[in-house]
């Protein structure tokens, strides 16, 4: 078993034993984490939704990130990253959302944000988020991403 469905695994088994539900609202990684933890048999037990909110307007629409906040700090950010963590909880009613929006490459990154810049939030009541600079082409980028947001999820779950 990889890393990735190991982090699933527990994540599910606490989840389950919590009767809690789960959101994911991801950006740069493209679904990938809800396809890691929809891998899991019974998943729809804790598993509520997962959203890709590639686009801007996909960000404004489905998780009411406002226009300005994106303006302001652009998709990549602390700010519109914990407004799509909480918006998600707010639309979904979830137990807890986790969100991720960052630069994969191996375009779009700027001195401010180079590509391997990665934000997550997590919210379980309140919004805890973290930024990430990951090495590596694409693939490894988005793979490190998935990687970490599990793990924070995971840490979460046991603190809660």
């Given at each position: 078993?990889?890393?990735?469905?190991?982090?699933?695994?527990?994540?599910?088994?606490?989840?389950?034993?919590?009767?809690?539900?789960?959101?994911?609202?991801?950006?740069?990684?493209?679904?990938?984490?809800?396809?890691?933890?929809?891998?899991?048999?019974?998943?729809?037990?804790?598993?509520?939704?997962?959203?890709?909110?590639y686009?801007?307007?996909?960000?404004?629409?489905?998780?009411?990130?406002?226009?300005?906040?994106?303006?302001?700090?652009?998709?990549?950010?602390?700010?519109?990253?914990?407004?799509?963590?909480?918006?998600l909880?707010?639309?979904?009613?979830?137990?807890?959302?986790?969100?991720?929006?960052?630069?994969?490459g191996?375009?779009?990154?700027?001195?401010?944000?180079?590509?391997?810049?990665?934000?997550?939030?997590?919210?379980?009541?309140?919004?805890?988020?973290?930024?990430?600079?990951?090495?590596?082409?694409?693939?490894?980028?988005?793979?490190?991403?998935?990687?970490?947001?599990?793990?924070?999820?995971?840490?979460?779950?046991?603190?809660?």
């Open positions: 078993m990889d890393e990735l469905q190991a982090l699933a695994t527990r994540i599910a088994h606490r989840l389950g034993e919590q009767h809690q539900r789960l959101a994911t609202a991801e950006s740069c990684t493209g679904g990938w984490i809800a396809k890691v933890l929809t891998d899991i048999a019974g998943s729809s037990d804790w598993f509520e939704r997962g959203l890709v909110t686009s801007n307007d996909a960000k404004q629409e489905l998780l009411g990130v406002p226009e300005a906040l994106i303006e302001a700090h652009g998709a990549v950010s602390e700010p519109v990253v914990a407004a799509m963590a909480h918006g909880r707010e639309h979904t009613g979830v137990d807890i959302t986790l969100a991720v929006s960052g630069v994969a191996p375009t779009g990154g700027t001195p401010d944000k180079p590509v391997g810049t990665v934000w997550f939030a997590w919210d379980h009541g309140t919004t805890r988020t973290e930024c990430v600079h990951f090495a590596g082409d694409r693939e490894a980028v988005r793979r490190q991403a998935v990687e970490h947001a599990l793990h924070g999820l995971l840490g979460l779950i046991d603190a809660a």
